[in-house]
């Protein structure tokens, strides 16, 4: 059974920074693609930063040069490091997996962890 299990959430002034854990298991989390999607207050969810097995990182403009992806393998974790916060990023923030890389839709989602950030 599949687990992702986000920590790292909270309350934030504008201009701080935040990192989020995501905890898996039940997954060879060494061979899957992780991302992170974020979910803000009326808005759809959209994907925020991505990582595949090999490293490779992407991000959505909205987010670039400020948030950073990466994984621990050997700590079957990713996470996400996000400074220089905006109150635009306020969100649920959720990790997901995918074994193939071209998908377009996560294979599996943790329950989120919710991030507020105070002007």
């Known amino acids: 059974q599949v687990q992702l299990v986000e920590s790292g959430g909270g309350l934030v002034w504008a201009g701080g920074s935040l990192r989020l854990s995501c905890a898996a298991s039940g997954i060879f989390f060494s061979l899957n693609h992780m991302g992170w999607y974020r979910q803000a207050p009326g808005k759809q969810r959209e994907l925020v930063a991505s990582?595949?097995?090999?490293?490779?990182?992407n991000y959505a403009d909205s987010v670039k040069g400020r948030f950073t992806i990466s994984r621990d393998n050997a700590k079957n974790t990713l996470y996400l490091q996000k400074n220089s916060l905006k109150p635009e990023d306020t969100a649920i923030y959720y990790c997901t997996t995918k074994r193939i890389q071209a998908a377009t839709i996560p294979d599996d989602w943790g329950k989120g962890t919710r991030v507020t950030v105070s002007s």
């Open positions: 990582i595949t097995s090999g490293g490779s990182t």
